[in-house]
């Protein structure tokens, strides 16, 4: 599968939508995806990294100009040329090749651009996260929280598009996830301060934030700092390390995990690096850059994800460090909010969406028992609004009910809880309740992977598992208006019952290996 995309970087727009697309295409290009990446040559762009990791690119013409304000919202003025003109040199820089997928990541580009290349590319797929324009794509990817999700793009795009919603499609490196499996819980306390405002920081928030930090109630604290390689502070940032006891600086790292994991609270922007925080269980202080921020860290406020303080325009030192003592006081606070986010952001979110793009051929699905750590992924798949319409209680589960719950099923001799994996993603789950010589099932797919006609085969792998280890017979209750579940029992050889109303399936098989042979 060719994979193309068409994103930028600059001192101006920053690096986030360059970096994240970065990490979709390292994901992909371990599926076998070709890629090749389509950028202007801007100031502060990343052709050199994309080089570094071998990644091919083709390079669009310097632009004559481009807006100085990177808060100015008329967004198209970052391309430096009009759309039309992009849309054409993306055209003559595809070179007569058409890619399966065209990942386009920017804020200037519309309905009209996408039009414009429709013919010469397969399916399109968007990156946005404003919701404030019309797009032709196939696949549209917003990975920010929104109380509205989906209804956000009601009306702007075709109804045909596949919605990616939310932050659960966060795209994050690798390493989060696997930062996750040794995290130490969260205690409250806070003893080192992490600082990041993005690759440029023109308006030197950090600055601000370093100043507030050497308060005499704040000077205690280990703090680190990220600058990036086009911040125009960095020798003043530098300046002002020194004269700061317990103060390292850092530059840009490929990702940030290693150090979000090992600081107790952050202080940055609202822009893509909250997810990574908030992914590490890391309570973390706001301060918008831009006002395209200001939504998406006013509803992680709302809903106490995130202690948002303001713009950056309305802040000054001494009001900024009196609410760094203040939250730093409260350790409740911040413990619950660590809680709270690793709920909201699992790490897996690269991985979703290179399922949607890439699908995994059902013969390499694989099974595992489930852990500990799942009870985060349990938590979700329990109350998707369709696992809860088939479900027997239709009622949603709260955290502490359902971690309560899933403590007490995992270590029960007389329950085997199964996660089912394509390439390392946990899509689906199935438990058997044993009584006596019964094992009543209960299975759930992850929404992303619906419709393929997995259902019939996380049911067999399941069964084929627990049969290895014990002679049972497979029982199940299902609504009678569950036609998927009813014809997945019904393949796999179950005999239907009902019974006032309800309806049940017994197992009529007694050989073993039967997800090999709905495949044979």
């Not at 990294?49 to 808060?71: F, S």
């Not at 992850?446 to 014990?470: E, H």
Request: proline letters at 3%; hydrophobic letters at 40%.
């Amino acid at each position: 599968m060719k994979i193309f995309f068409r994103v930028d970087a600059s001192v101006r727009m920053g690096i986030g939508h360059f970096m994240r697309c970065l990490t979709l295409a390292d994901a992909l290009r371990e599926r076998g995806a070709e890629l090749l990446f389509i950028t202007r040559k801007h100031e502060g762009n990343l052709i050199t990294l994309l080089k570094q990791r071998g990644i091919p690119v083709r390079v669009l013409p310097v632009p004559v100009q481009i807006a100085e304000d990177t808060e100015n919202e008329d967004y198209e003025n970052w391309l430096g040329v009009t759309q039309e003109e992009d849309a054409d040199q993306t055209i003559k820089a595809l070179n007569g090749e058409k890619p399966d997928l065209l990942v386009i990541d920017h804020y200037g580009l519309n309905v009209g651009w996408e039009k414009r290349v429709r013919q010469n590319v397969g399916k399109i797929m968007v990156i946005d996260d404003l919701a404030n324009r019309q797009h032709d794509c196939n696949i549209l990817l917003d990975q920010n929280y929104s109380e509205k999700d989906e209804l956000r793009y009601i009306g702007l795009v075709p109804d045909s598009s596949k919605l990616l919603v939310g932050q659960r499609y966060a795209l994050l490196h690798s390493a989060y996830a696997t930062h996750l499996k040794t995290l130490q819980v969260r205690d409250g306390q806070v003893r080192r301060v992490l600082v990041f405002f993005g690759g440029s920081d023109s308006h030197n928030i950090t600055g601000l934030v370093l100043e507030a930090l050497s308060e005499p109630e704040l000077s205690h604290l280990h703090v680190d700092v990220i600058i990036g390689t086009y911040n125009p502070h960095k020798q003043l940032l530098e300046d002002m390390a020194l004269h700061r006891p317990y103060t390292t600086i850092y530059g840009l790292h490929p990702h940030l995990a290693d150090l979000m994991a090992r600081v107790d609270l952050a202080i940055g922007a609202s822009g893509a690096t909250i997810w990574e925080r908030m992914c590490l269980g890391l309570p973390s202080i706001v301060i918008t850059t831009a006002e395209n921020q200001k939504p998406i860290a006013e509803a992680l406020k709302k809903v106490n994800l995130i202690q948002y303080i303001g713009h950056y325009t309305g802040i000054d030192k001494n009001l900024l460090s009196q609410k760094i003592v203040q939250i730093i006081n409260d350790p409740e606070c911040l413990t619950e909010m660590s809680v709270r986010n690793q709920l909201e952001v699992d790490g897996y979110g690269v991985n979703r969406v290179t399922e949607v793009i890439y699908p995994t051929n059902a013969t390499a699905l694989q099974m595992r028992p489930a852990i500990s750590d799942d009870c985060i992924l349990y938590y979700h798949w329990v109350n998707d609004p369709a696992v809860r319409e088939s479900a027997m209680n239709s009622q949603s589960i709260s955290w502490q009910s359902h971690s309560e719950w899933f403590s007490n099923k995992i270590q029960d001799e007389h329950t085997s809880l199964f996660v089912l994996e394509a390439a390392g993603l946990p899509i689906g789950q199935i438990r058997f309740e044993e009584i006596g010589d019964e094992a009543w099932i209960d299975y759930s797919l992850d929404s992303i992977v619906r419709g393929r006609g997995w259902g019939t085969r996380l049911v067999a792998l399941g069964m084929d598992l627990l049969r290895s280890d014990k002679p049972v017979h497979f029982c199940a209750e299902v609504k009678p208006n569950n036609k998927v579940s009813r014809s997945i029992f019904l393949r796999l050889g179950f005999v239907e019952k009902e019974d006032r109303g309800k309806v049940f399936y017994y197992d009529n098989l007694k050989s073993s290996k039967l997800a090999e042979r709905l495949h044979s």
